[in-house]
C-alpha cells in the first residue's frame, strides 16, 4: 500500500531514533565487548590482556557466589512468580464478578518503583518495629534477625516475586480471555469442569503465552539490582550478590572497569543463551485461533 | 458445530459473563466460587497491605513505631513530611524527576512516533534490517551499555545535566514505543491519508494533521509506560547524575537507608512520597496501562 511518493521523508524520520539508538545503545555494547579484554580503570590506564579478564571469571569465588544466587532466584521466580500469576490467573477466570477490580489491584506493585518496595521490605524487615517482629509480638514471640547470611537470599526474593506477579497476571487472564468460548462447549457439555478443564484445555492453549512469561522472567532475574541492592547491597558477604549486583560493584565501587564490562558481556551471553534453551525445550505446536 | 464458522468476537451470542452463568453446574455461589474469591481477597490482602501499612507509619515518630507498628496513629503527625522535604530536599528531587522523565517522555514520543509512522507506511530496501535493528535493541540490559555510556558523556561534559541522563534513557524506550506504535498505526485503515494525500498533502502533513490524532491512545499508553520506567529507574541515574542536586527521587530515596538508616518514620514518610505520586497516575490511567500492555505483549 505505497500511497507516499515521497521518499525523503524515510531518511529524516527514521534518523532521530536510529542515531539514538546507535549512539546509546549498539556503540556502547560494542565498545564494553570490546573493553572487557583490556585491564582498564575507566580513564587512561587501559591495557590489553587479551582473555585475563575471562580467564579471572573462572577463578572468581565472588562470580561463582553470584552465578548461583542469580540461577536460585531465577528457579524461585519461574515456581512462585509465574506460577503465583498463573494460578490467579486461572481462579479468576472461574469467579463470575469482580475480574476488573482484582486486575486493577494484583497489576499496582508494578508501577512502583523496585527502590521504593526494596525500601518498603527494609522497613518490614526490621529488627525494631518491623512489620514482621510486629507480628510475631502479636503471636508473644521475641523478635528476630530477619537478614542473616543465610536467608539474605530468600529475604530479597520475596519482593522481587511479589513485585512483579500482577505483571504477569495480566498477561496470562488477557491470554485466557482470548480463549473462543467454543473450545469450552463441548468439554462442559461432557461434564468437564474445575481443575479438570484448566488442566486439560486452559493451559494447553495459552502455553506459548506461559512461555513467553517464562523467558522474561528470567532474562528479568539476570538485571536484577535495583531491589537487592536497596535491601541488602549484596551482603552479607556475598549472600545476596547477584550478577546485576557484582557488576555494579565491580565497575564502580572497586573500579575495575575492563573486569566489569566482562560481567556486562557474561550477563547478556547468557541472557542469550537462556532464552533459547528455554524456548527449545518448550516448544509446542502453534496453536492460532 | 461447523468447522469452519468464523463469528467477531463481538457478535458472539453469549457474552463471556452469560457463558458462565450457563455453564456453570451451579447457579448460585458454590464451594469452588468461595474457595476461589478467598484466594484473591488473600491476595489482594498481600498486594495492598504492606502499602497502607507504611502510609499509617508515615504519620508516626519512630519511638511510636518501634512500640507497635499497627496501631493507627495517635495524631497525624507530619513531622516526618516536613523532615523529608526540608532535610532531604525531596521537593528538589521531585522536580529533577519531572524534568528527567517529561523530557524523556517527550523525546520517545516524537522520534519514536515519526520512525513508527515510516515502518508502518513506508517500504524500502533495508526495512527489514532496520526493524531487526529495533527490536534488537531491547536486548541490551543497563549494564551492557553504562560503562561507555558514562565516559562519553563525561568526555562531552554532560555528566551531573539532566541531559545526560535524559539521552539513554530515550535510547532505552524507544524500541519499546516504535513497536507499539507501529503496531497500532498499521491497523489505522490506510483511507484516510489515501484521501489527504489525493488532495495534495505532503507525507509529513498527513503524518502531523490525520496519523497522529487518530493514534493517541497508542501515545498515551506509551507515554504512560515510558514514564513510568524512567521515573523509577535507579541504575543509570545513579551513576550519571552525582550531584545531589540534579538527582531525581530514585536515587536521593537509595541513600536514604544508609544517612537515615534509624529514623523509621522518616523512611516510611519517603516511601509514601515517592509512591503516591505514582498511585495517582496509576489510577487514574490504569484503564490504558493495562489495555497497551497486554495488546503488545500477546502479539509478541
Not at chain 2, 22 to 44: D, E, S, V
Not at chain 2, 132 to 150: E, W
Request: charged content about 10%; some cysteine.
Amino acid at each position: 500500500m505505497q500511497i507516499y511518493k515521497d521518499k525523503k521523508i524515510i531518511v529524516l524520520f527514521l534518523a532521530p531514533s536510529l542515531i539514538i539508538i546507535g549512539l546509546f545503545l549498539y556503540y556502547p555494547f560494542a565498545m564494553s565487548f570490546y573493553k572487557s579484554f583490556f585491564n582498564w580503570d575507566g580513564f587512561l590506564t587501559s591495557k590489553f590482556i587479551g582473555l585475563g579478564n575471562y580467564r579471572r571469571l573462572f577463578s572468581d569465588v565472588m562470580i561463582h557466589k553470584a552465578i548461583i544466587n542469580t540461577f536460585t532466584l531465577m528457579i524461585l521466580v519461574i515456581i512462585f512468580q509465574v506460577g503465583t500469576a498463573l494460578l490467579l490467573a486461572v481462579v479468576l477466570d472461574s469467579i463470575k464478578a469482580g475480574a476488573k477490580f482484582f486486575r486493577v489491584v494484583y497489576f499496582l506493585p508494578i508501577v512502583i518503583s523496585a527502590t521504593a518496595i526494596g525500601l518498603m521490605f527494609k522497613l518490614i524487615y526490621m529488627y525494631d518495629g518491623g512489620l514482621l517482629n510486629g507480628i510475631r509480638a502479636l503471636m508473644g514471640l521475641e523478635p528476630i534477625v530477619w537478614i542473616t547470611e543465610k536467608t539474605a537470599l530468600l529475604a530479597v526474593a520475596v519482593p522481587t516475586i511479589w513485585h512483579y506477579v500482577g505483571f504477569y497476571f495480566v498477561i496470562l487472564i488477557t491470554a485466557i480471555n482470548r480463549i473462543p468460548l467454543d473450545l469450552y462447549e463441548s468439554a462442559y457439555l461432557d461434564g468437564i469442569t474445575g481443575v479438570s478443564k484448566t488442566i486439560y484445555i486452559t493451559i494447553p492453549l495459552i502455553w506459548d503465552i506461559i512461555k513467553v512469561c517464562l523467558v522474561l522472567a528470567i532474562t528479568g532475574t539476570l538485571k536484577v539490582f535495583d531491589l537487592p541492592y536497596v535491601i541488602t547491597q549484596g551482603g552479607p558477604f556475598g549472600a545476596s550478590e547477584f550478577l546485576g549486583t557484582y557488576m555494579n560493584t565491580k565497575t564502580f565501587t572497586d573500579q575495575v572497569f575492563g573486569y566489569g564490562a566482562t560481567i556486562a558481556v557474561l550477563i547478556v551471553v547468557l541472557g542469550v543463551v537462556i532464552s533459547s534453551i528455554v524456548n527449545k525445550l518448550l516448544k509446542s505446536e502453534e496453536i492460532t485461533f | 458445530m461447523e468447522e469452519n464458522r468464523t463469528v467477531p468476537l463481538n457478535t458472539r451470542i453469549l457474552t463471556r459473563i452469560q457463558f458462565k452463568n450457563r455453564f456453570t453446574f451451579r447457579k448460585h455461589f458454590g464451594l469452588g466460587q468461595i474457595g476461589a474469591y478467598i484466594l484473591l481477597i488473600f491476595w489482594t490482602f498481600t498486594t495492598i497491605y504492606p502499602l497502607i501499612w507504611i502510609l499509617i507509619n508515615s504519620f508516626k515518630t519512630t519511638n511510636e513505631i518501634v512500640k507497635n507498628s499497627f496501631n493507627l496513629p495517635s495524631s497525624f503527625n507530619m513531622t516526618n513530611y516536613m523532615n523529608a522535604f526540608q532535610k532531604m530536599g525531596i521537593g528538589r528531587s521531585y522536580l529533577n524527576s519531572l524534568i528527567i522523565s517529561g523530557s524523556t517522555v517527550l523525546l520517545v514520543v516524537l522520534f519514536g512516533g515519526m520512525a513508527a509512522f515510516i515502518m508502518a507506511r513506508f517500504d524500502f530496501k533495508l526495512k527489514k534490517f532496520i526493524y531487526t535493528l529495533f527490536l534488537g535493541s531491547l536486548m541490551f540490559p543497563a549494564f551492557a551499555t553504562i560503562v561507555p555510556v558514562f565516559t562519553m558523556l563525561r568526555k562531552a561534559q554532560l555528566i551531573n545535566k539532566h541531559i545526560g541522563l535524559i539521552l539513554p534513557q530515550t535510547a532505552g524506550n524507544l524500541a519499546f514505543a516504535i513497536i507499539i506504535l507501529t503496531g497500532f498505526m498499521m491497523s489505522i485503515p490506510i483511507e484516510l491519508e489515501e484521501a489527504a494525500v489525493v488532495e495534495g498533502a505532503a507525507p509529513w502533513q498527513v503524518y502531523v494533521r490525520i496519523v497522529v490524532p487518530i493514534s493517541k491512545p497508542s501515545f498515551a499508553t506509551v507515554s504512560i509506560f515510558t514514564f513510568l520506567w524512567s521515573y523509577n529507574d535507579l541504575f543509570m541515574p545513579l551513576i550519571i547524575l552525582r550531584n545531589k542536586d540534579v538527582q531525581p527521587i530514585n536515587v536521593l530515596l537509595s541513600h536514604i537507608s544508609s544517612q537515615y538508616g534509624t529514623d523509621y518514620g522518616l523512611m516510611a514518610a519517603a516511601v509514601a512520597i515517592i509512591i503516591v505520586p505514582v498511585l495517582i497516575v496509576y489510577f487514574s490511567a490504569q484503564k490504558y496501562i493495562i489495555k497497551g500492555l497486554t495488546a503488545g505483549a500477546i502479539k509478541g
